[in-house]
């Protein structure tokens, strides 16, 4: 390998930070979406020639400099221990990745090879972490933060894997580019100008447009909006007496700003000044008051329904199964109507581990006595539930579930022609975690060829059309009621067809590459010398890098 494209190790320090905090930067609320690729390019070059052990030292250096800015949402109010905690678990995911980027440089089919493998590498990462353990936690995936860029497009044809094995990819192919330029600088010394120019040109030309290419297609994929039918919504954001983790402490103000919010907009309604709705939506917790046994909370739900004069969904907590209790979405429907009352309801599939249950709570008490603060656990619910809302279907997604495909998708093959994706926000204060779950919708919007009401407590808030496009949006920790005409298609995109077939494909040839990779050069060569370890005067020459084109090995 030339000296140029195996980076001295502190230069690999240095390129695995900078990797790492350009990721974060890529995220809301910054959103500077450009940062992915070039981190994705950074972590692969930092990495190449280097052995397993030390790529693995530099993917954890990248996530932890990702990971923990991106998730300080997390520790606002639990502290810096679990926040950490969070950050190292996440960037292990990373490191793991990192420790096969070395093989992905030897990958057969030369370039092309390399960037098929450490795209795929990307996808199995993200895939593992979100899965494993408990569930999984697919937070800060790659996707996630595409929601203002071109590769955004990629979602309807192959959901947020896509995305992400476009980042990867854009990224690779400028690592490989970067490469290719170092080498080509280096040739012999008797070479003339216009012959490392033209070589520069040859080498380093194709993989920048291939990565230009890949980068803006997803802009040329379709993203249709219309439909002949359409649905009136409106979302009641409450807001809370007070931000953090006892934001509900006083459960009734919180019911009764929602209700308030409601007979508002009913008023706006009867004087002309506002359209009314299909559907009103609220969001998750804004009832913790179980309205199915107390009555006063059922009263105040009603009573809000009645004015407004359509059906609601609410955001409750329910008392069952004991002596668990279950976070669910009930439709409310008005009184008179063909459906009054307590209706169809949605109980959330997947709780969020330390914060809805706590697994092994012995074990992480040692560790933090926070884990108490979650007194009941949540139970999961079982089925996919879809509702009649006027001329819309309604499914439910609730908080983090919206970071989950499968959660997702499921609602659109039950015939949900409206997304509702029902958060609080409340419990991480005035962090970015309410605009990096709102860019998730914005994808699942693309993803699935539907519009998206993503509501929140304290917001922020939004209405968007599937083409991923923001048509309202609320303020932080305001209360603010939004509306739209929003459109209602049936169509299932390409992604909800092929479901979790692109990402295993993706993720499958990664990791296959890699593994036959390192089977190959394990019988050929035996362990490889690299710069950060010491070589001994017989075994100072690398063995050929099949990635170097013919006449460079010559030279």
Partial sequence: ??????????????????????????????????????????????????????????GLLTGVVFFFPHLHWSGAFVGLLPWSALTLVEALYLAAMSAAFPLAWRAPGGRAGTVTTLTGLWVAQETLRGHIPFGGFPWGRVAFSQADAPTLGYAALGGAPLVTAAVAATGACLAVAVTALAEARTGPPTASRTSRLTTIARTTAPP??????ILGGGAAVPRPTLSDRTAAVAAVQGNVPRPGLDFNAERRAVLDNHAAGTIALADQVATGHARRPDVVLWPENSSDIDPLRNPDARSVITRATDAVGAPVLVGAILAEPLPKVSNAAILWGPTGSATPGPGPRYVKRHPAPFAEYV????????????????????????TVTVMRAGPARLGPVICFEVAYDDLVRDQVRAGADLIVVQTNNA????????????????????????????????????????????????GHFTPQVLQATLPLRHQQTLAVRAGAAPE???????????????????RRHGPIPTP???????????????NREPEQEQQ
């Fill in 504 to 522: 295993l494909a993706l993720g499958a040839t990664g990791i296959l590459l890699t593994a036959w990779t390192a089977r190959r050069t394990r």
């Fill in 427 to 474: 419990t991480f204060g005035f962090t970015d975690e309410s605009v990096q779950q709102l860019a998730m919708s914005r994808l699942r919007a693309v993803e699935t060829g539907r519009s998206v009401a993503h509501i929140s407590t304290v917001g922020v808030s939004a209405l968007i059309t599937p083409d991923g496009h923001e048509t309202t949006r609320s």
């Fill in 532 to 546: 950060d370890t010491p070589t001994t005067t017989d075994d100072r020459q690398d063995p050929p890098d099949p």
């Fill in 1 to 58: 390998m030339s000296e140029l494209t195996v980076l001295p190790l502190p230069a690999a320090l240095a390129l695995s930070a900078l990797s790492g905090a350009a990721l974060a930067t890529a995220f809301p609320s910054l959103g500077w979406w450009p940062m992915a690729p070039l981190a994705a390019a950074g972590t692969a070059l930092a990495t190449r020639g280097r052995r397993p052990r030390t790529a693995f030292a530099l």
């Fill in 359 to 382: 697994p092994f709570r012995s074990f992480f008490r040692l560790f933090s006595d926070k884990v108490d603060l979650v007194r009941a656990g949540f139970a999961a619910g079982r």
């Fill in 208 to 213: 920048l447009l291939v990565a230009l290419v």
